[in-house]
């Protein structure tokens, strides 16, 4: 009798690709935190009780029950980190195939005041010259207002001369993060969320990981000026580069020269209607 070969199909490889995927964003997600140990931890409670459920009955049955509950304990456990995933997935992954209620609504685009990258680098360059602490916050799909709402609203036009004046030591409002939205400074001494990240250099100060929290809950990019060595930084998905000022302006230029505003019909026909 031919041993029987395991038949692999197109949707099989999609699957297994599909799953290494959400695997590989999972781990991706906790690398560096707490919560690699637990995840670690419940894999081997799995592992065991394969191994011993059929030879061993009462320590199966007992891992049985543990892993019976484990989609409520991962939930409860993970929560910080589930809802870090799902803000990740909406704001990165599904603007890039198109996918938004807005979308449903919308019949073209319009050009809108960019982001003032050249306020931004000069006020930056100045600082780092100084060695003025700065935490400067560059809004991309990620709604922000839950951190700016902690802070004082400004929504006053971006210039190299404002930012500079909010990071000055003497100034009420430099402890903190400014929040920028296209050209505008939405508001100032914001509270950002400190990373967990126990990778991160030992030289990170709060800054840095007010910084790398943001970003690992959002798509933001934020620009962080060290106040001891005077390092120009940016920050993006959980990660931090130093950079020089003119490494800055072409990754800035990059990411927001071509900011583009959809037009809802469903707004224009009432307005058209009134």
Known sequence: MNPAFIKISVIDVIDILLVAF??????????????????????????????VKDSMLLLGN????????????????????????????????????????????????AAVPLVNINAIIKACSNLSRDRTGALIVLKKT???????????????????????????????????????????????????????NYMLPEEFGLRHRAAVGLSEQTDAMVIVVSEESGDISLVEAGSARKMDVKTLHSRLDNEFSNVREKKFFLFDTVRRSS
């Open 142 to 196: 990620s709604p922000l207002d839950s951190y700016s709402n902690t802070g004082e609203n400004l929504d006053a036009r971006t210039t190299s001369r404002l930012l500079e004046s909010i990071f000055n030591r003497n100034s009420p409002l430099h402890d903190g993060a400014v929040i920028i939205n296209r050209d505008k400074i939405q508001a100032a001494a914001c509270i950002l969320p400190l990373s967990d």
């Open 22 to 51: 959400l695997m590989y964003q999972i781990y991706m997600l906790i690398r560096g935190t707490i919560a690699t140990y637990i995840f670690i931890t419940i894999i081997t409670f799995y592992v065991v009780w394969l191994l």
């Open 62 to 109: 007992i891992l049985g029950q543990i892993i019976g509950v484990g989609a409520i304990a991962i939930i409860v456990v993970f929560q910080p980190e589930l809802r870090r995933f799902l803000i990740l997935f909406s704001s990165r992954y599904l603007p890039r195939v198109g996918i938004s209620i807005d979308n449903l609504f919308y019949r073209g685009t």
